[in-house]
Structures are given as structure tokens and as C-alpha cells.
């Protein structure tokens, strides 16, 4: 018999402690003709001195599949050889870990590496071995020989000053923190693919289970419907063949500069081919890397999962909540965990220049971040991580990357580890008043608010409208509590309406004194002072 596992399972991988270890793979097609029905596999994990600290049993299904549920390690450690054995089939894992493992999942943000993001040239050179061990599911839209090779030479890489560079980089900061505070290898498995919808990211059926999933995949169906197949195919040849230019030129400039951040390559390498031809074949198809990436690493167990996902949805900003909501679901289920921790990043601020000096606001990012809010407060053991002040003009994909995976990790440290005195929520409106002008409290995990300075009304962030819903900017100062925002629009004689932060682009100076930053806002006024 010939057992082959899922391309995770190898030397130095880390799996996840006080929980069931599940490995599974598959057998070759001749073993499957050859009868697998009945047959035992097994799998064992033993410590260095040869101790079985856990085992477990599973059988084969009829394609040949097998998925074994070994018993838990009750505290982290190794290392440990894990054995995997049916009939006269053996496969072994030396030098894995009982630890601490998280996805990391999303597009190009949570995909964007150590090396190429800011302060890189000052940071990576000076990284010690660490306690962080991290795995790149191979990228692919399809499932196929070439997937499956790449998939055979992914390694699990401890991460040091020779391996840290090419890890995301939100996730090593993430990582960084949570390992700063708990003593146990971190497992760090990115599953991540430039430029992809949500869309790409669950299943077809359950996008077909919500009328929000059924307009994002009628609106593919149509694209795909702008080409024949002919014109598809022609189209994808030169976008390929520009695609392998750009990326030989972006391979010669990173070597000369390894730490070039996105928005220097777009100078001087130029802009990212975008967008591709939309077809069937095309890779970024509704529930592509779902079924070629997820469910290449599901049901591995997880501690929980950080996302970085978005941009490429404004144009579906008012479907985004359901669907992210749905994925949620789906990803629970596939990694047995109806409870599994999902921290995920509320998109920056962000405007392309066409758009800025044209002076287009469409509203789409701003609208996008308020559904990614509804899902944050409505799904349980979800929460968000506000990241409105890391954008950068024009740039999709900003350098800052500690400010964001510092954040994730204060979520982590908080409701999934349960460590106190940890400040995780950043400040939120929590009701408004209006009198001669708007009272705005807030909630969150701070003792005070601050403003950076703000020179002008238009610099405050704040806006405020009558029932004639025309926004004006508003002057803002802090009240003596530390948690209130004072708001004096006199274009506004009667306020109805308030917001905060809620365009595509724009000032951000509220934050609390322990540097975490005010959530964007849009709100109906529905209180006068004095009132209840």
C-alpha cells in the first residue's frame, strides 16, 4: 500500500495542543483497486524518549481519503515524532511541536512579505531564532500536477533572520506578540492569493445559500459572458505574457533592493498587471482557492484564524457583510470548530488618485468597512481589528504592517487567551446627542481620548448633517471625561445625522492615548442632551 498525507504534514510542522490532532491524506489509486476497505491506519506520536504520548485509528473511504483523530497533548512541547501507518505503509514526521496554530488568510495584504515592508531593512537582519514556525499553502485557483508538486515541496521553515523575510508580515508581528506573551511554539499557516474576492474564499454552494452570494456569482457568470471562449483565451495569453514580464522585472529590482515596499516597485517597476480576464478557466473563480487551498489544509486544527481581506469586494460593498458572514460558517465547519476564534482586519483608508482629484467618492470602501463592523458586533467570537489609520493614498497595499499584526494580536491576547489589563477594543461611539452642537460617547478600552492636532474643521474627521442628509464638516474637541467628542458644525442647525472617518480617504486623528484608533462611523442622531 502507498499512503501519501496532505502537503502540511511535515518535519518541524506545529500542531495544536489540548486539542485532537487529525491528519489525513490519501492512498494511491492502485492500492484503492487493490482493496482498502477494512483496512486500519493508525496514526502515533512519541516523545524523545520514545514515549506514545498519543494515538489514534481511521479507516479509508471508498476514493481512498482516510482522516484519523489522534488523542490530544495536554501541554505544549516536543519534540515529537509523528507515525502514520497502514499495512505495510509507514510515513513519519521528526521534529514537530505541540504549540499554538493560527491561519493566516485574505489577499495581498496578509500575503504581503516581512522583507518588503517598513522598517524591513532595520528589522530582518536582526532576528533571532524565534519560537514561530510558519507553512505557505501553495497558491492555486485549480487543483493540478503542478499544485500538487508545489505542495510536495512546501516546507514548515523555522523563522529566524535567514527565513523571516519572506513570511507575511502581518502574521510574524502577530505572531511576535502572541509569542511574547505565551511560552509555546507559534504555528503560522498563510493560505493567502493576491488580488482575490471573497468570493474565491467559500464554497459555490454556500454563496448559492444567500441572495447576496447569488448576485456576486450572477455578476461572474455575466463577465465570463463578455468573452467567447476564443476571446478568453487570447486574452489570457497576453495577460500571462505580461505578467511574466513584470514579475522578471520585479524579480531583477528586488534583487538589487530586497526590501522594496509595493508602493516603490509601482514606481519604478511599474503597476501590477490588473485585471485579468474574467472567465471560467480564469484562477480567481467563486470558490477557487476554497477547494484548492483551504480544503487542502481543513480539518487541520486550528487555535483560530486572522483575515486580511476586502479590496478587491468594493465593488460588492453592500453584499460584503453576508458573505463574509457565510465564509465564517463554512470555514467553521470544514475545520470542525463551530467556535473557531476569527480575527479579521477592517479595511484602511484608501482613494487612487484618478479618483481623488476628480473628486469621485463613490462610498463603496466606506460602506464596505461598516458591513465588516456588523459583522464583528452580530457573529459570535468574531472580532475586528480597526485599522483605519495604516492606509496610504493611492496605495492598496501600505508598508505598515506591525501597527496591524500588533493589533490582531491584542484581539488574541484578549478574548482567546483571556490575559487581563489587555487594551484590544478600540474606542466606538457608543449613542450621540445633539443640543447647540453633537455629544459623542465612546466606549473601548482606553482611559482618554486624544485629537491630533487639527487645524481646520475639515481636518477633524467628523461631519454632520441635517434631515436633509448634506454633510458638513464639524469642528471637534474632547470633553473634560476624556470619552466624549464635542462636536460645533453652524452650517447644521438641527443635527440628524453623524459620522466619523466614513469616506474612502481621509483624517483619522481620534485615538485613545494607548495608540489604538477610533473606528469609522456613520449613526443617526436620535437623542437630545438632557434626553434618555
Not at 71 to 77: A, L, M, Q
Request: with cysteine; proline share 5%.
Amino acid at each position: 500500500m502507498n499512503i501519501k498525507l496532505n502537503g502540511i504534514f511535515k518535519d518541524n510542522m506545529v500542531f495544536q495542543w489540548g486539542a485532537e490532532l487529525r491528519v489525513f491524506g490519501s492512498c494511491d489509486e492502485a492500492s484503492v483497486k487493490a482493496g482498502t476497505q477494512g483496512v486500519i491506519i493508525s496514526c502515533e506520536v512519541t516523545d524523545e524518549a520514545g514515549n506514545v504520548v498519543s494515538k489514534g485509528e481511521g479507516s479509508f473511504e471508498e476514493d481512498g481519503s482516510f482522516l484519523i483523530f489522534s488523542s490530544s497533548i495536554d501541554e505544549p512541547g516536543g519534540p515529537f515524532k509523528i507515525r502514520v501507518s497502514a499495512q505495510d505503509a509507514v510515513v513519519e514526521m521528526n521534529n514537530t511541536w505541540a504549540g499554538e496554530v493560527w491561519l493566516a488568510a485574505g489577499q495581498t495584504n496578509m500575503l504581503y512579505p516581512l522583507n518588503r515592508s517598513e522598517f524591513a531593512k532595520f528589522i530582518v537582519t536582526k532576528i533571532p531564532e524565534t519560537e514561530i514556525f510558519y507553512y505557505e499553502v501553495p497558491q492555486f485557483g485549480f487543483l493540478n500536477e503542478e499544485q500538487a508538486k508545489a505542495e510536495e515541496e512546501a516546507k514548515w521553515v523555522r523563522i529566524d533572520a535567514q527565513t523571516a523575510g519572506k513570511m507575511s508580515a502581518v502574521a510574524y508581528y502577530f505572531a511576535r506578540e502572541v509569542e511574547s506573551r505565551i511560552e509555546s511554539k507559534i504555528g503560522i499557516i498563510c493560505c493567502a492569493y493576491t488580488s482575490s474576492s471573497i468570493s474565491c474564499w467559500q464554497s459555490v454552494d454556500s454563496l448559492l445559500a444567500t441572495k447576496e452570494g447569488k448576485t456576486i456569482l450572477k455578476e461572474f457568470e455575466r463577465d465570463c459572458d463578455d468573452l467567447t471562449e476564443e476571446e478568453y483565451e487570447e486574452r489570457s495569453k497576453d495577460y500571462e505574457q505580461r505578467l511574466e514580464k513584470y514579475n522578471h522585472e520585479l524579480e531583477k529590482a528586488l534583487e538589487e533592493n530586497p526590501f522594496m515596499t509595493y508602493k516603490e516597485s509601482d514606481r519604478d517597476v511599474g503597476e501590477f498587471p490588473w485585471p485579468p480576464p474574467i472567465g471560467v478557466k480564469a484562477e480567481r473563480h467563486p470558490g477557487s482557492f476554497f477547494e484548492s487551498m483551504v480544503l487542502r489544509i481543513a480539518p487541520y486544527t486550528l487555535r483560530g484564524v486572522i483575515f486580511y481581506q476586502g479590496e478587491a469586494d468594493w465593488e460588492h460593498a453592500n453584499e460584503y457583510g453576508v458573505v463574509l458572514t457565510s465564509l465564517i460558517s463554512e470555514w467553521r465547519e470544514v475545520f470542525f470548530d463551530q467556535e473557531m476564534p476569527f480575527l479579521f482586519c477592517q479595511l484602511p483608508m484608501y482613494i487612487s488618485k484618478e479618483k481623488k482629484y476628480m473628486g469621485y467618492e463613490d462610498m463603496c470602501w466606506p460602506t464596505l468597512r461598516e458591513q465588516q463592523q456588523l459583522v464583528a458586533i452580530d457573529v459570535p467570537n468574531v472580532y475586528m481589528a480597526v485599522i483605519i489609520d495604516c492606509g496610504e493614498f493611492d496605495n492598496l497595499h501600505p508598508s505598515d504592517k506591525k501597527t496591524v499584526g500588533d493589533r490582531l494580536a491584542l484581539l488574541a491576547e484578549k478574548f482567546v487567551y483571556g490575559f487581563d489589563n489587555v487594551n484590544a477594543v478600540a474606542p466606538y461611539i457608543i449613542d450621540a446627542r445633539r443640543g447647540e452642537g453633537v455629544e459623542i460617547t465612546f466606549g473601548g478600552d482606553y482611559a482618554l481620548l486624544n485629537l491630533d492636532v487639527v487645524y481646520t474643521s475639515e481636518d477633524s474627521g467628523f461631519q454632520v448633517a441635517g434631515e436633509d442628509e448634506v454633510f458638513f464638516p464639524a469642528e471637534a474637541s474632547i470633553d473634560f471625561d476624556g470619552r466624549t467628542v464635542l462636536l460645533n458644525c453652524p452650517n447644521v442647525v438641527y443635527p440628524s445625522k453623524v459620522r466619523y472617518a466614513y469616506v474612502s480617504y481621509g483624517p483619522t486623528p481620534l485615538h485613545a492615548q494607548n495608540g489604538l484608533t477610533a473606528a469609522p462611523f456613520s449613526v443617526t442622531i436620535d437623542k437630545d442632551l438632557g434626553g434618555v
